[in-house]
């Protein structure tokens, strides 16, 4: 008789601990990344100077780029994984769903997490690569200090409206993707008591829409004229 042993990966427990530590590190860097964003309202030379100091420091820059990248993949794989496995454990789909809140976040979490890959990868063809609305690194015009103006590149692309309103809808879908997430992970960690449940999703809430004010911030300061296009 054969026996099978299941590695941590393998089992659904597994697969939730790993989207959640995941998510947990994307969710650093979202904090370190909207930080040095905020920065644009200290000037042009606060900016580009935080730019420059992450351009010339390539163990900084690749290594974030690798362990974002890993994360990212090992998040996608996960919750690809849980999916099918949800699927499977259920294939003819129930006749009458009850919309609790679970089905309700996991759905939220198949749109929210397709369309902010797809926010991402615009997002890099915009600012790291310079493809659609702004300019890659390395082309940037150099400001009066002779560092390349990152500052000029965001200031120009948030004078634009569309791209104003495309941010605004990505940054409110990754409020959303957050807010359940946080709650996923504190449901998993099993803090889930009736008495609690209040102040847990409030701190969900609270901190999914510290992040994505934070984020709004730059483009909408941008667009009303807060950020200096001088700086
Ligand atoms: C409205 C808010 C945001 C602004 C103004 C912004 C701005 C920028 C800028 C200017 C760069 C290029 C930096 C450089 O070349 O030195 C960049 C890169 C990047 N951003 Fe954002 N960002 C925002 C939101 C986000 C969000 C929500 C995410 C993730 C969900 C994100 C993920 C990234 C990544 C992965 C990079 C590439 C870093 C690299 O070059 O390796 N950003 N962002």
Redesign the pocket.
Known sequence: MSTQTLSLPDTSIGKKVLMAVSGVVLFGF?IG?MAG?LQVFLGHQAYNEY?KF??DTPTL?WG??GV?LLMVLVHIVAALQLVKANADARPVAYKMKKSISSTYASKTMKISGPL?LA??IY??AH??FGVTAGLG?EHLPTDAEGLPN?YF??VSSFQIPWLVGL?AI??VL?GMHLYHGAWSVLQSLGINHRRYNLQMRGAASAFALAIVVG??A??FGVLVGLVDPAG
């Open positions: 979202l990344h964003n730019a992450l351009h820059l974030t780029r974002l902010l926010y991402i997002h890099l600012f790291t690194y990152v590149n965001v941010y990505a940054q990754l984020f709004l730059v483009p």
